[in-house]
């Protein structure tokens, strides 16, 4: 079955930066788009970034664009959301997810990891 599993979250201080991992398994990690989302109580669901699967084509959300950066690494099934000068608005829980096609443009997702805790704080 498909896994996905978050990795890098923490406590930083507002302008530090972040790095997250996801490790992917169970399915042709090469073939799908990925998606990063995340989610806090106020907010909501939020999408953030989506990369395709061959990793030269990025979209990124308007609140993270200039700061956040998506790629993947496919001979390793690996998804990574490098994040710089984060702000207190970027704390939330972040996901990764499987795309249900090789585009990554506004597609369904179909596979969630379990998340992981990104906590911006002076």
């Known amino acids: 079955q498909v896994q996905l599993v978050e990795s890098g979250g923490g406590l930083v201080q507002p302008g530090g930066s972040l790095r997250l991992s996801c490790a992917a398994s169970g399915f042709g990690f090469s073939n799908y788009a990925m998606t990063w989302v995340r989610q806090t109580p106020g907010k909501g669901l939020e999408w953030i970034s989506d990369i395709n699967n061959s990793g030269g084509t990025t979209y990124y959300a308007d609140s993270v664009k200039g700061r956040f950066t998506i790629s993947r690494d496919n001979a390793k099934n690996t998804l990574v959301l490098q994040m710089n000068s984060l702000k207190p608005e970027d704390t939330a829980v972040y996901y990764c997810?499987?795309?249900?096609?090789?585009?990554?443009?506004?597609?369904?997702?179909?596979?969630w990891g379990q998340g992981t805790l990104v906590t911006v704080s002076p």
């Open positions: 997810a499987k795309d249900t096609n090789a585009l990554g443009l506004m597609g369904g997702l179909d596979a």
